[in-house]
């Protein structure tokens, strides 16, 4: 079955720290692939996107992932962190013949002072 | 300025009420999508629309019902048939494949 995980739910920086949050994949072929950002009781805003061509794509915010093809992944970065970047971050899938859209569980991100 | 609004952002109802979650977007897209949020299980898809007039179920349709009779216009029902509706429900558009625009989502608390 065609899934996605974010191996963690929660995770502590300090601020300037840098940032990594994972993501893999299942899917039969490279798949479209999305991270989201959401604010406590907001909607979801989109950081960034892969569909084709170089493997490190550069987002909003000073976020920027490498999509793996090797390792079924695309993992989030920021190489330092800022107190306004505490939200949950969503990891999101979908398969390039069809529009449905998979998100992963989301991983919160506390940061600490 | 463009973008989808939700409303109203908190709504409360009694068991065994019929509830409408509305949505609207400004942006002219095309496909529009209702998902719903509990903790720790991301979003799961109810429903979805790439035309006016049509729309298709997500992964966990039952219990909900939609029209879209304009392309702007999205509305969610959730019905009495909806075993555990409290949840948090959002509502996004796209105009390409896949790169969803959301709006700020409605709490909807059922006792």
């Known amino acids: 079955a065609q899934s996605v995980t974010q191996p963690d739910i929660h995770i502590t920086v300090s601020e300037g720290a840098s940032l990594e949050l994972r993501c893999n994949y299942s899917?039969?072929?490279?798949?479209?692939l999305f991270w989201y950002v959401q604010s406590p009781g907001q909607g979801l805003q989109l950081l960034l996107k892969y569909f084709s061509g170089d493997t490190l794509v550069q987002g909003i915010k000073g976020f920027e992932a490498e999509f793996k093809r090797s390792q079924s992944s695309f993992n989030l970065r920021k190489p330092s962190v800022h107190w306004s970047d505490a939200a949950e971050y969503f990891c999101?899938?979908?398969?390039?013949?069809?529009?449905?859209?998979?998100f992963g569980t989301g991983t919160k991100l506390q940061v600490i002072p | 300025d463009g973008g989808i609004t939700q409303s109203p952002k908190y709504l409360f109802r009694k068991e065994g009420q019929n509830v409408t979650l509305s949505c609207e977007q400004n942006l002219n897209h095309d496909a529009m999508y209702w998902y719903r949020q509990d903790p720790g299980q991301g979003l799961r898809l109810i429903y979805y629309s790439q035309i006016v007039n049509d729309f298709q179920k997500g992964d966990i349709a039952e219990g909900y019902s939609v029209s879209r009779e304009k392309k702007e216009s999205f509305p969610l029902t959730v019905t009495s048939a909806q075993k555990n509706p409290t949840a948090f429900y959002l509502c996004a558009s796209s105009i390409e494949p896949y790169e969803q625009y959301f709006g700020p989502g409605t709490r909807l608390t059922v006792t």
């Open positions: 999101a899938v979908a398969p390039r013949d069809y529009q449905k859209v998979t």
């Open positions: 899917y039969g072929a490279t798949p479209y």
